[in-house]
Each structure stands twice: as C-alpha cells, then as structure tokens.
C-alpha cells in the first residue's frame, strides 16, 4: 500500500525495536556485534579487495543506507576513510526513534554523496576516478554518477542494468564466509543482542565508493 516511506519505517522500526537506548551503551553493543560480523560473516573477497584499495592509498568511502551509530563501527574496523549513512537523532546522551535529514538510499544516497565529498558535479560529470561497488538496483543512480560501476552478487535488476552498460563490472563473489551456516550465524547475532540488550536490530553491510587505480 506504500502508506510509509522508508524513512518513516526505519523510524518506526528503530523504536519498536530497539527503543531509546544510551549512545555508550549501543556504541559497545554494535562494535560486539561487528567483531563477529567481521570474524565470521564477510566474503574474503570483498576483504580482498578493500585491501587492495587501502595498498594503493584509494580513499576508501562507506556509503549505506543504514544508521550511522552502526556504519561508523564497521568503517572503523576496516579502516575507511569516511562514512555516509542514514543519520541518527541524539538528545541528552540517548539515541530516539527517527532520521535527522534524508535517509540515505536512492537518489538521496547519490545527493549525500555529492554534497559530502564533491566527487561528482552536476550532469554525472566525473570529476575523479570513482569506482563503486553495491549489490542492489537501489543504487543505480549512484552507479549512474560514477565512472566505474561495480555490481558484486547483485539483483536480477542490477544485473540487466550493468550488463547495458559498456563500462560496468559485473563480480560474483562465490567463496563462503569462513564461519558457519547462514541460519547459524543468523541464531547467533539474534542471540548476541538479546543476550546483551533484550532487543533486535540488523544491519546489512550493503555498498561503498572506492577511487583510483583499476582493482575490480
């Protein structure tokens, strides 16, 4: 019925959720929680190849639509140099239910990303070397924008739409995450958080811009 967007959803959600939580609190609570996520549940590709990047100094860029209370933690440990993220409302040292600005997915990804790090200008003008990788048709307007489009296990959408493009890279990560099954791991990230908090939340490590040099 589209009576929410999903600006109004992920609000809603993070209330029901997750609450009103201390900052410090969900700040130890998400850095658990990728610890794991990181030792137990990554694509040694993707890994791969953000070291490669990081070898040849590329300023390494996480864009996602999700909170920013949980991106940051994630670009923290793998070392990247900037994060845009749907941004999360703080008072009084407690993080509420709601978005302070866009959230950043679809075209509001690509204007966040323009406005924050002025990689692109206006008509899709590519001011430097941007390669992007996601593995979702959300971000073809992003994809659009940058000079290297890269889809990685992507959607029947964004399949079809990169393979239109002559200068889009089409990657399927095939290797296995070195930890358990996904039904697994999935118990026990819902057993981590409740076991800490008494509440759920998810977080899906979706897309980042990468510049320079030429490392599918």
């Not at 993080?95 to 008509?123: F, S």
């Not at 697994?184 to 800490?196: M, Y």
Request: glycine share 4%.
């Amino acid at each position: 019925l589209k009576l929410l967007d999903r600006k109004q959803l992920k609000s809603i959600m993070f209330g029901l959720v997750i609450g009103r939580p201390n900052k410090a609190d969900l700040d130890r609570i998400c850095t658990t929680f990728v610890d794991r996520t990181l030792d137990k549940n990554v694509y040694p590709e993707a890994l791969y190849t953000i070291r490669e990047w990081q070898q040849k100094n590329a300023r390494m860029i996480l864009a996602t639509a999700s909170y920013d209370w949980m991106a940051n933690i994630f670009a923290q440990r793998l070392k990247f140099d900037s994060v845009i993220a749907t941004k999360s409302l703080t008072i009084d040292g407690k993080i509420i239910p709601g978005v302070d600005g866009d959230n950043c997915y679809g075209q509001a990804k690509l204007r966040m990303v323009k406005d924050t790090i002025d990689l692109l200008v206006e008509g899709a003008t590519i001011k430097q070397d941007v390669w992007f990788y996601t593995d979702n048709h959300t971000d073809i307007p992003l994809l659009k924008a940058c000079n290297h489009p890269v889809a990685v296990n992507a959607s029947r959408k964004l399949i079809s739409w990169i393979k239109s493009r002559p200068e889009g890279l089409l990657l399927d990560w095939k290797s296995r995450p070195p930890g358990q099954s996904a039904a697994k791991r999935l118990l026990a990230a819902i057993n981590n958080v409740i076991d800490q908090t008494h509440s759920l939340f998810g977080y899906r490590f979706q897309s980042a811009v990468l510049k320079r040099d030429k490392i599918p």
